[in-house]
């Protein structure tokens, strides 16, 4: 089946630091891949994507890179902000399927 | 600009009670998605529904029921709320041919 897995664990680190968080997947098709922010409170919000292989997807200083041979898509960000503190989710769909499929999430707290 | 909108942003219930969740969006969009989120489990998918009155069963359906008797709207039903159900409820559509998860701003119930 479908599944993504992310690294376990929040994460805590200083303002201006550089954040990875990694996100690998396992997929019958060829998915679309995607990270999502959620603020507190709030519900879900689309942060970036990538469609196929070796795309690169960005968005408010955040990246992440489609790769296919090490089947991965992990999000990083050259210096954060007290404002990207949220939970971060990776997620796909198989175009056709219909279904995304979620990683548990992480905490991110960045520290003034 | 898509929009899905969530009934209420906060619920508390009393076990046994039956209770109503709406979900309603202001396209045409065929896909629509009810997941509860929980610390530590990421988003778990409950039910789904691809057209009028289809539906079909997510990850865990049980205690949970679904109605969507017309297009914009998909009802989430907990016939008898148990405090297990406590949790954060999201919405959500394909939207894009399909491709990509748009998200309400989540219910938070609380079930005493």
């Known amino acids: 089946g479908n599944s993504v897995t992310q690294m376990e664990g929040p994460v805590t680190l200083s303002e201006e630091a550089f954040l990875t968080i990694n996100c690998t997947y396992t997929?019958?098709?060829?998915?679309?891949l995607f990270w999502y922010v959620q603020y507190p409170g709030e519900g879900l919000q689309l942060l970036l994507k990538?469609?196929?292989?070796?795309d690169k997807g960005s968005n408010k200083g955040f990246e992440a890179t489609y790769r296919k041979e090490t089947t991965s898509f992990h999000l990083e960000k050259g210096s954060v902000q007290v404002s990207d503190s949220a939970v971060y989710f990776c997620?796909?769909?198989?175009?056709?399927?219909?279904?995304?499929?979620f990683g548990k999430g992480n905490q991110v707290v960045v520290i003034p | 600009d898509v929009k899905v909108t969530q009934s209420s942003r906060y619920l508390v219930k009393r076990t046994g009670e039956k209770v109503f969740l709406e979900c309603v969006q202001d396209?045409?969009?065929?896909?629509m998605f009810w997941y509860r989120q929980d610390p530590g489990l990421g988003l778990r998918l409950i039910y789904f529904?691809?057209?009028?009155?289809?539906?079909e069963k997510g990850d865990i359906p049980e205690g949970y029921s679904v109605s969507r008797e017309k297009k914009e709207r998909f009802s989430l039903i907990l016939e008898s709320a148990s405090t297990n159900q406590t949790s954060m409820y999201l919405c959500?559509?394909?939207?894009?041919?399909?491709?990509?998860?748009?998200f309400g701003q989540g219910t938070r119930l609380t079930v005493v």
């Open positions: 997620a796909l769909i198989i175009y056709g399927n219909n279904r995304l499929a």
């Open positions: 529904s691809y057209d009028v009155k289809m539906k």
């Open positions: 396209m045409d969009h065929e896909n």
């Open positions: 997929a019958t098709g060829y998915p679309s």
């Open positions: 959500a559509i394909l939207v894009r041919g399909n491709t990509e998860a748009f």
């Open positions: 990538a469609t196929k292989a070796d």
